[in-house]
Structures are given as structure tokens and as C-alpha cells.
């Protein structure tokens, strides 16, 4: 009796296994199906741009909606960057195999000069596509209200989402670009950070106007065009993209985080925690 209820054991435990296996094959398959379908989208979206076919926003909508995406499924972030250019980016689920999708995208004049396409959270790109030219001509437009502007590109222009914030994800700590911003209130080094505050960027601008005012409070003035162009950015107030905590791209205003109030919580956060270091 014992060799046969082990035997029928043996069976089911066979049949389940064999059922399991042909289970994950149709999974796997299912997914290769997928991902060669999203592969595909992409190469038709890079070949677009290279082809220059998708040269605005209508081109670009109407390219989404040959995947199947209508205009209701996408969410649409739009900044002023002034002299005529716009950063606007367009969250949409068009791939099966990827969340959290983007397109972050620079116009000037109604007409897109840059373009980049991440998939699955921060900083995976999948591809870019600029007009250096026109990209170009934008720099020199604010240089010639402001003079040379030492930063390079990834610096100067919004197309990588930097993340605005303080204490981050579960440990709680200052993401990338407050990093590197702490770091320059550190050094004393106010000249990098006055021309983070000529950036094109929105969170670079804010972290700029952070550290400007942690100098401040660490016996380093603000000069009246610094504070001239820190009104005009809270005029604009353009909206940033965030973390709280473990939450990532909140939506806030910046006159919301970067008035008084703010910066001095801030400060005395960073200050108490030793991110700014006590003399």
C-alpha cells in the first residue's frame, strides 16, 4: 500500500511539475512576444526622428496613436524655460513589457528640438534624439543676457529628470543633485552654484537657489542679480519634479519648497544632520 500511494505521489508531483514548465514556457513566450512588439515601437519612434517625422507635438501624438495610446492615457507636465522654450514631459504606458515610461522633450518655437524616450524609472534611457544646432542657439541666447555659461549640457538643459528633494527613499538620504549641491555649499563654491542658477533646468535652478541661501546663512551673501533672478523663477514657478520619502515624481510648485519657510527647515535639517559641516 505504501509503494502505491508513493507511486501516486510521485505522479501528481510529475504532472505538476511538467504542467509548471509548459506554464513558464507560454509565459516566457508570451513576454518575448511582447518585448519584440515593444522593440519595435521603439525603432519606429527613433527611425521617425531620425527621418525628422516627428518635428512636433502632432507628429508625436499621432504617432502614439498608431500604437493604440489615446490622448486621455497620457499625463503631460509642461515648463517654461523662457526665450520661447518649453520642457514638457509626457508620461505614457505604450510599452507592455516596461513601466513608467517617458517622453522628456524640449521645444522652441512650437517645434521639438529634443527628444529622449526612458523606460522603468530613473535614468534608463533608451534613446535621444537633439538638434545640436538649435540647442545651441538657445545656450547663446542666455549667454548674451548673462555671459558665458560654464555648464555642460546635461546640466543646462532638462531633458533628464534630476529629482528634486531632501531625504529620499528608505534611508532617508539627499538624492544625486542635492548631493553634489551640498557638496558646493561645502567648498564655498558660489560661482558654480551661480550658474546652476542660470540653468535651464528647473530642479537644478532650485537646488541653486538652496545653496545660494545656505551660504547666506553661512556668511556668504547673495548678489541682487542673484536674488533679481531667484524672484523671477518664483514668478514662473515652474513645477518640479520630486521624492517624499519613498515617493517619487511628486508634482510641486516651486514657490511651494522654495520660499522662507522651506529654506530654512531645510537648512537646519541639513545642518543638524552634519550634510552641511559646522566650522
Not at 525603432?43 to 501624438?61: F, H, P, V, W, Y
Not at 498608431?66 to 523662457?82: H, M, P, T
Not at 544646432?133 to 549667454?143: A, C, F, N, P, Y
Not at 520660499?259 to 537646519?268: A, F, N, T
Request: hydrophobic share 40%; net charge neutral.
Amino acid at each position: 500500500m505504501r509503494s502505491i500511494h508513493h507511486y501516486k505521489m510521485m505522479k501528481y508531483i510529475l504532472i505538476f511539475v511538467i504542467s509548471l514548465g509548459f506554464a513558464c514556457a507560454a509565459t516566457g513566450q508570451s513576454y518575448q512576444d511582447k518585448w519584440i512588439q515593444d522593440s519595435l515601437k521603439v525603432e519606429t519612434i527613433k527611425a521617425a526622428c531620425s527621418a525628422r517625422q516627428i518635428r512636433n507635438l502632432i507628429d508625436l501624438g499621432t504617432q502614439l496613436q498608431a500604437f493604440g495610446v489615446d490622448d486621455q492615457s497620457i499625463s503631460i507636465v509642461r515648463r517654461n524655460l523662457q526665450y520661447g522654450a518649453e520642457h514638457q514631459i509626457w508620461w505614457v504606458d505604450f510599452l507592455q513589457t516596461k513601466s513608467q515610461e517617458y517622453f522628456s522633450l524640449i521645444l522652441w518655437n512650437g517645434q521639438i528640438i529634443a527628444l529622449e524616450l526612458y523606460e522603468s524609472g530613473l535614468e534608463d534611457i533608451n534613446f535621444r534624439h537633439t538638434d545640436r544646432e538649435k540647442m545651441l542657439e538657445l545656450r547663446q541666447l542666455k549667454e548674451q543676457d548673462f555671459g558665458t555659461i560654464a555648464l555642460s549640457d546635461d546640466l543646462l538643459f532638462p531633458l533628464e529628470i534630476k529629482i528634486f528633494g531632501h531625504w529620499c527613499s528608505i534611508g532617508g538620504v539627499p538624492p544625486t543633485y542635492a548631493l553634489r549641491m551640498l557638496d558646493l555649499v561645502n567648498e564655498k563654491n558660489k560661482a558654480v552654484l551661480s550658474n546652476w542658477l542660470l540653468s535651464f533646468d528647473p530642479e537644478i535652478q532650485a537646488y541653486a537657489t538652496e545653496g545660494l541661501y545656505y551660504l547666506e546663512q553661512e556668511g556668504i551673501p547673495r548678489s541682487r542679480q542673484e536674488l533679481e533672478l531667484i524672484e523671477k523663477l518664483n514668478m514662473i514657478s515652474n513645477t518640479l519634479i520630486k521624492c517624499e520619502g519613498c515617493f517619487y515624481y511628486v508634482k510641486r510648485k516651486f514657490r511651494e519648497d522654495l520660499d522662507k519657510k522651506s529654506l530654512k527647515r531645510s537648512y537646519k535639517a541639513y545642518k543638524e544632520s552634519g550634510w552641511i559641516y559646522r566650522e
